[in-house]
């Protein structure tokens, strides 16, 4: 993980920070100076070398440490989440549809009058 997957420009070492460590592997999130963009990887060293796998992403390092210290989700969490997507979104948003405005019918003959 030394360059900008999506520009290609090198990483400074200051630009990586990492978010977790535990024996051989370390979280790291990466902000390019040049775009941007934010890359998250996992990398593990072993006795045969390193390995690395990344994932671009628009969360900040604050927002990977919030969802990293979060609690798990669990099956209660999945079924709300599917009954939500399930109910109409005004009923999900709390909010009452918009109200038609009626508008005046006008006969055909009393526009030709005017």
């Known amino acids: 993980m030394s360059f900008c997957p999506l520009c290609e420009t090198k990483y400074a070492p200051a630009q990586a920070r990492v978010l977790s460590e535990q024996d051989d592997t370390r979280l790291i999130h990466a902000t390019c100076k040049k775009c941007g963009s934010a890359t998250l990887a996992l990398v593990v060293e072993g006795e045969a070398g390193g390995s690395t796998v990344g994932l671009v992403t628009d969360l900040s390092y604050d927002d990977v440490l919030r969802f990293h210290r979060g609690g798990r989700v669990s099956t209660d969490d999945v079924i709300e989440a599917h009954e939500?997507?399930?109910?109409?979104?005004?009923?999900?948003?709390?909010?009452?549809?918009?109200?038609?405005?009626?508008?005046?019918k006008v006969s055909v003959a009393s526009r030709r009058a005017a």
Do not use: F
């Not at 997507?85 to 005046?104: D, F, G, T, W, Y």
């Open 84 to 104: 939500g997507l399930e109910a109409p979104l005004a009923e999900v948003l709390h909010i009452s549809p918009p109200k038609r405005r009626s508008r005046a």
